[in-house]
């Protein structure tokens, strides 16, 4: 029993984003979500024994159904932050990554986060890339867009000067569809580290952050971690 006094159902229904790659996304080939969460989630679902169905939606969406008992569990890249932590619970953290600022490959003025003044920094609405952006100094406008790949868009067209975005997603868009066309700059900008999060007081996440740890110490998180981000 949790200490909201429920019990963990045999069934479980498990939120996670339409949209961020490596980590989940759509394979048109097979109609199935894929990605680096989605293994990790099979895998703690296997150890816990437990059966799930997975319910996409928009990363917004989330920490509201995970408030209102629509959602068991969310697993999305999902930072864990103080204000996060307020309405919903985490389990220990499983990916360290950081926000990275993306430009066009011609770019020159951009080299840091120094350089943003007086530009148009285009993000995906709801996330700490959104917070971060909205923080800076002397900005011409931030753009949220719902998906980030409208805001990876509106850099290529020239309607925004940069991205600001997490560095795993980045560094991913970097390598494929964006390849040749756009360029990560500066440090990172802000440690971040991913949790998956429960609606308060859930008894489903001490299990599920305890299978997360078995799987860090028996070399599956380690096999999947290869899989999708190399070495
Ligand atoms: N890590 C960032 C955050 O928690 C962005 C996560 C976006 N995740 C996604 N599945 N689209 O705000």
Redesign the pocket.
């Known amino acids: 029993k949790g200490s909201d006094g429920s019990e963990v159902p045999e069934k479980i229904t498990i939120g ?2 339409t ?2 790659v490596p ?2 996304f759509l394979n048109q080939d097979t109609g199935e979500y894929e990605g680096f969460d989605i293994d990790l989630v099979k895998a703690i679902a296997e150890k816990i024994g437990i059966e799930y169905e997975l319910k996409p939606m928009d ?1 917004n969406g989330l920490i509201p159904a995970l408030q209102t008992g629509n959602l068991d569990m969310a697993i ?4 864990i ?1 103080d204000e996060r932590k307020k309405v919903v619970d985490f389990t220990r953290p499983y990916y360290d ?1 950081g926000l990275y600022i993306l430009v066009r490959s011609d770019e020159k003025s951009i080299k840091g986060v120094e350089d943003l003044k007086g530009k148009v920094v285009a993000t ?1 609405q ?4 959104f917070n971060y952006a909205s923080k800076l100094d002397g900005l011409k406008e931030v753009r949220p867009f719902p998906n ?1 790949d409208q805001a990876y868009m509106e850099l290529e067209k020239g309607s925004a000067d940069a991205v600001i ?2 560095s795993p ?1 980045v560094l991913y868009y970097i390598k494929t569809k964006g390849k040749g066309k756009v360029k990560a700059v500066g440090d990172l900008l802000q440690a ?1 580290s ?1 949790g998956i999060a429960f609606p308060k007081g859930s008894p489903l996440r001490d299990k599920v952050d305890e299978a997360l740890g078995e799987l860090m110490e028996d070399g599956t998180y380690e096999k999947l971690y290869v899989k999708w981000f190399g070495q």
Do not use: H, L, R, V
Not at 76 to 79: L, N, R
Not at 126 to 129: F, Q, V
């Open positions: 996670t984003d949209s961020f980590f989940e990363f999305a890249g999902m930072t932050t990554a995906k709801g996330t700490t890339s980030i975005y997490d997603n971040e991913y």
